[in-house]
């Protein structure tokens, strides 16, 4: 879940002021790709394409919808070994152009991303029809109520927003599950000719990549999915009862944003680069002292911006430094207005996709309950998780190609990647729960926090140069130590 999210993603890709235009009936299954040049301004060194596929996988001889396409091309073409396709997650995210690659990976394959449908470059989704119907979205996004009274303000935002995209966003609304991703992937890896997947994702990635390995077991190549969802608790839950509690809060992150958080107090309190460090002094208590004074007397920041950014903060142990100094600065408030550089104000993720793919309650009192119970166990990361999914308690449309298992069909060994210290996005204990629920994966932590382990640890990439390249997985239980301390310069 990128950024549940990435989040670096609040929770909908909502574009505004356009129509969508959906291709009539064209020819069936994508028959090569044609790469040429990219648009004006696009990263250097990518070629682009795009490829119709159908808009329901239901009717494949119905309308089509496009994919956007990036590729980096294999550094060492005369001696290329094929193609690794990647999603960074979201969902929603852009992913044409690929963040990710290793030295030898880049060398060897040609790194290819996608805008997913709906977003982006691809055949988007347009939520709104004009600048005052986004207004109830700028005033949700990023936040959480804290007070009855915003509570119920924050409800009818969020109604509305999804109102909205019910009015506005036509058929595509109906085909964003997850499902119809995975199906797309499949068309790629078809387009370019692999007989098997070679996939990177990364957070929401993952669960693309657990419903590609279900729907195409025998497709499966190398999947290596690094913060890992786990694929039952995001799509139905464990137990019947989970069907009440919303999707986002039975994920768990919240928990792990608290065991980061922990780490990350402890890690500064022996580190005297730590601006937050104070000898003697109980830093989780000061920590607190910031939040209780915030929630009863809002200043240049709110409790919800704490939150907000020291949880956007924890994603990385690289913010470390930035981080302490924002939480000093909040310790005086004079001072607590320094902003932190960090994914949370960046991509928004895929409301139509999290809201088709996941069971959640129709009832939207069932949110400020289930934030309630959370921040018992985290303070303010349990309300701050769990209204990120609250549009889907008013969700227009339902897709019926939506994925719910089996989740352990027999595929190729599949690599899994975790932060052992916590990870605020994709809890730990959940890498842990999907290693023994797919059908053959392989745990390999890093120990640190954060979000993602890739090019964080020479020993980490060594294992995703071995996978990815030649199917070799690292021994069962093996943990890699990150290449830099929280607080080292970078």
């Not at 980096?72 to 990710?100: C, E, I, M, Y």
Request: include cysteine; glycine fraction near 8%.
């Amino acid at each position: 879940m990128t950024t549940i999210g990435a989040r670096a993603a609040v929770l909908l890709t909502l574009t505004a002021l356009t129509a969508v235009t959906i291709a009539p009936v064209a020819s069936a299954a994508p028959k090569g790709i044609s790469w040429g040049a990219c648009p004006a301004g696009s990263p250097p060194g990518y070629d682009c394409a795009e490829i119709e596929v159908p808009l329901s996988y239901q009717d494949p001889g119905g309308p089509r919808i496009t994919l956007a396409l990036g590729r980096l091309p294999a550094t060492d073409q005369q001696h290329k070994r094929g193609t690794v396709f990647t999603n960074p997650g979201g969902p929603g995210n852009p992913g044409r152009f690929s963040k990710f690659q290793t030295p030898v990976l880049h060398r060897q394959f040609d790194i290819v991303g996608f805008d997913p449908r709906g977003v982006g470059a691809s055949t988007p989704i347009r939520c709104f029809a004009s600048d005052a119907e986004t207004e109830p979205l700028k005033r949700v996004l990023g936040t959480f109520p804290i007070t009855t009274e915003q509570e119920t303000r924050h409800t009818a935002d969020v109604r509305e927003v999804a109102a909205s995209c019910g009015r506005n966003a036509g058929p595509l609304l109906g085909h964003l599950s997850t499902t119809n991703v995975a199906r797309d992937l499949d068309k790629l890896r078809e387009a370019v000719g692999e007989p098997r997947l070679r996939y990177y994702g990364l957070s929401y990635g993952t669960y693309l990549g657990e419903v590609y390995a279900n729907l195409f077991p025998h497709h499966v190549g190398a999947l290596a999915l690094d913060a890992v969802d786990d694929p039952i608790a995001w799509s139905t839950g464990h137990r019947p009862e989970d069907a009440n509690v919303p999707f986002s809060t039975r994920l768990g992150g919240f928990r792990d944003a608290d065991r980061a958080l922990r780490a990350f107090l402890d890690t500064c309190a022996a580190d005297t680069r730590c601006a937050f460090r104070e000898p003697g002094k109980d830093l989780r208590a000061k920590y607190d002292a910031i939040l209780d004074r915030l929630e009863t007397a809002p200043e240049a920041i709110t409790y919800q911006d704490v939150i907000r950014r020291t949880h956007s903060a924890l994603t990385d142990e690289a913010n470390s430094p930035a981080l302490a100094e924002f939480l000093q600065s909040a310790t005086k408030p004079s001072l607590a207005t320094k902003a932190i550089a960090t994914p949370f104000d960046s991509a928004l993720g895929g409301g139509g996709t999290l809201c088709t793919d996941t069971t959640n309650p129709r009832d939207p009192a069932a949110w400020p309950r289930a934030a309630r119970d959370a921040d018992k166990e985290s303070r303010g990361f349990g309300s701050y998780d769990t209204y990120l999914s609250m549009p889907c308690a008013f969700w227009p449309v339902a897709d019926p190609a939506r994925y719910t298992g089996p989740w352990n069909r027999p595929t190729a060994p599949i690599l899994l990647l975790a932060n052992g210290k916590g990870d605020p996005e994709t809890p730990y204990a959940g890498a842990k729960r999907t290693e023994r629920i797919l059908g053959n994966a392989r745990l390999l932590t890093l120990d640190a926090w954060g979000h993602g382990a890739a090019n964080r640890s020479e020993c980490v990439d060594a294992a995703l140069d071995a996978y990815l390249a030649y199917g070799r997985l690292p021994a069962r239980g093996t943990v890699c130590a990150p290449d830099h301390a929280a607080f080292d310069a970078r």
